[in-house]
């Protein structure tokens, strides 16, 4: 992000609480700062849902961070636990419900469920996973899954702590780790790993530059 987005982003969420995710919290936000509204549009062209996208965005970058610091030790599933459970601590339930509201528009749903599988690229991706082909896919559609349920189940969680949602979290945890192992394991099976890379060996994960190894298309901004 540029130094004008992020300081017009951290204006407007203040108004967010008030006017909701929309073109009213960023036109305050510019205004707050003396920034001229065309500015702003640029910056943010679709409004609300571009402003909820870049508070997104911004969470998932902190927590790329938070787990590049952070010495890899202990369980896989406990490490991906982790960072589902710390990616929710750094976001603010108000944002996220009200960014929430945007992205179930029809007009955004599309854009709202990349989000999520961003989520879980950036988690799988800085804890290290180094698959490809149809494991690097199946992976995170699992973990978009669970990340969106997750996120769904901590917005109405009010126990101590939010530890039912902590609870929630390493049930869904287990049942994608119980997946991956039967995946693994059925693929060691006399000729099932031979038919399925037959059957979708053209798929690739995205390369360095974005754009797929094989039929697809670039990623979206």
């Avoid at 787990?67 to 890899?72: N, Q, S, T, W």
């Avoid at 992205?103 to 599309?110: I, Y």
């Amino acid at each position: 992000m540029t130094d004008s987005l992020h300081r017009l982003l951290d204006a407007a969420l203040i108004h967010v609480p008030f006017d909701g995710m929309n073109d009213r919290a960023l036109a305050a936000g510019a205004r707050d700062i003396g920034m001229a509204h065309e500015l702003a549009r640029t910056l943010f062209p679709q409004g609300g849902a571009s402003l909820a996208a870049a508070y997104h965005r911004r969470g998932d970058a902190e927590l790329r961070r938070w787990i590049a610091a952070r010495p890899a030790q202990g369980r896989f599933r406990d490490r991906v636990a982790e960072a589902i459970w710390h990616r929710l601590e750094i976001a603010d339930p108000e944002l996220v419900r009200a960014g929430a509201s945007v992205m179930a528009l029809p007009q955004n749903a599309a854009r709202g469920a990349r989000l999520m599988w961003d989520t879980a690229d950036t988690i799988w991706d800085a804890l290290g996973d180094s698959s490809a082909d149809v494991s690097w896919w199946t992976k995170r559609a699992s973990l978009s899954s669970v990340w969106g349920a997750a996120v769904l189940y901590w917005l109405g969680d009010y126990s101590e702590g939010r530890g039912d949602t902590r609870a929630f979290i390493d049930r869904r945890i287990d049942d994608v780790m119980r997946f991956e192992k039967l995946k693994g394991a059925a693929r060691k099976l006399p000729g099932v790993g031979l038919a399925a890379d037959l059957a979708t060996g053209w798929i690739r994960k995205p390369a360095a530059d974005g754009r797929f190894a094989a039929p697809g298309r670039a990623k979206e901004d």
